[in-house]
C-alpha cells in the first residue's frame, strides 16, 4: 500500500480510514413507511464521521477529498457535527470503493463489510421485496452494539495490524489525547516531577490495534496492566476500554510534526509542546513558570474555550 503521499496535503486517503477507525460510523435504519411502497418500509444507510464543531475544517477536507456527502448537525446537546453520506449511489461509487482499497483496521471494519452488503442489496433493488427488507433487517442485527466481543476480539487478532503513518495520523487526531501530569516527589526536597504522555483509548475488544500502535512507535505501555490476548478479561472486566500511553516525547513530537493533525486538536499538541520545553528550560522549578505551566495545562483538552 502507498502510504508515501506528501503528510502535508489536505488529506490523504489513509487519513481518512484513521479518522474513520476512530470518529466513524455505518448505520442501517429500516423506516416503516406506513404502508406505503411496495413493502411499507424504507431502509435508510448512513456513513459519517463526527466531530466537534469546532473541527470543522477536518470534515469539509473530506468532503472535498470524498466528493460527496454533506456537513450537517449531529447531536445539538453535545455539539458535535458529522460529515454523512446517505445517498446509494456515492456509498456504492465513491464509500465503498475507498474502504476497499484502504481498510479500516480496527473491528469496525466488520460493521463497514456488513454495511458494504446492505448497499449492494440496494443497489440491486432487493428492498423492494419484503426478502429483501429481511435480508437488511438481518444484516442490521449483526451489526454496532448487536456485535459480539468475540467477534470483535477474534476478528482483530485474526489478522497481522501493519500501520501506516497516515493512518495513525488520522487515528490520533480522532482517539488521541496530549497529558501533562504534575507530581511532588517523595524525597525531602519535594520537587515538582512533570511527566507527559500521549494517551489512546479503546475498548477492549480492539486492543490489538492498540498493540499494533506501540510496535509502531516502538514505545508505550498499556493501562491497566494486563494478558492482552486474554479474551476472558476483555469480556468480562468491569472496565472495558484499555489505553496506550506513550511518554516519549521526542518520538511523538517527530512524528507528529512530520504528519500534522487536522482537528483542533493540534492546538493540544502546540500547548503539550510548550509545556515539554518550559520543562526543559527548568520552568517547573521556580513558582513563576510552574504557574505558567499549570496555566497553559489548565486550557487543554476538554477545558480549551473556542
Not at 433487517?137 to 451489526?143: A, D, S, V
Not at 500511553?245 to 493540544?268: A, E, H, V
Amino acid at each position: 500500500m502507498n502510504d508515501s503521499i506528501n503528510p502535508n496535503d489536505i488529506v490523504s486517503p489513509l487519513y481518512v480510514t484513521g479518522i474513520t477507525d476512530g470518529e466513524g460510523s455505518f448505520q442501517i435504519t429500516i423506516k416503516d413507511n406506513q404502508g406505503k411502497g411496495l413493502t411499507g418500509f424504507k431502509p435508510f444507510l448512513e456513513f459519517k464521521i463526527t466531530q466537534k464543531k469546532h473541527s470543522i475544517d477536518m470534515l469539509k477536507k473530506i468532503k472535498k477529498f470524498s466528493d460527496c456527502g454533506r456537513i450537517s448537525i449531529d447531536n445539538r446537546k453535545s455539539g458535535t457535527i458529522k460529515y454523512v453520506v446517505t445517498k446509494n449511489e456515492d456509498l456504492v461509487t465513491k464509500i465503498i470503493p475507498h474502504f476497499d482499497i484502504y481498510p479500516l483496521v480496527t473491528s469496525k471494519y466488520l460493521n463497514y463489510s456488513d454495511f458494504k452488503s446492505a448497499a449492494l442489496c440496494i443497489k440491486e433493488k432487493s428492498h423492494f421485496t419484503i426478502k429483501g427488507i429481511q435480508e437488511l433487517r438481518n444484516i442490521k442485527l449483526k451489526m454496532n452494539k448487536n456485535r459480539s466481543i468475540q467477534d470483535k476480539f477474534n476478528y482483530c487478532w485474526s489478522k497481522p495490524i501493519n500501520l501506516y503513518s497516515n493512518w495513525v495520523q488520522g487515528f490520533i487526531d480522532g482517539e488521541g489525547s496530549f497529558q501533562c501530569e504534575f507530581h511532588i516527589s517523595k524525597s525531602k526536597k519535594k520537587n515538582i516531577i512533570v511527566n507527559f504522555s500521549l494517551q489512546i483509548n479503546q475498548n477492549n475488544h480492539d486492543i490489538a490495534v492498540l498493540d499494533g500502535i506501540k510496535k509502531f512507535f516502538r514505545a508505550g505501555y498499556f493501562k491497566p496492566k494486563y494478558d492482552i490476548k486474554d479474551i476472558n478479561y476483555c469480556i468480562n472486566s468491569r472496565r472495558k476500554t484499555t489505553a496506550i500511553w506513550i511518554r516519549d516525547t521526542g518520538i511523538i513530537c517527530k512524528f507528529l510534526d512530520k504528519y500534522p493533525l487536522y482537528t483542533m486538536k493540534n492546538l493540544d499538541y502546540f500547548d503539550w509542546k510548550r509545556l515539554i520545553n518550559l520543562k526543559a528550560q527548568s520552568a517547573h522549578h521556580t513558582k513563576e513558570g510552574l504557574a505558567k505551566m499549570l496555566e497553559i495545562r489548565k486550557g487543554m483538552n476538554k477545558n480549551r474555550r473556542f
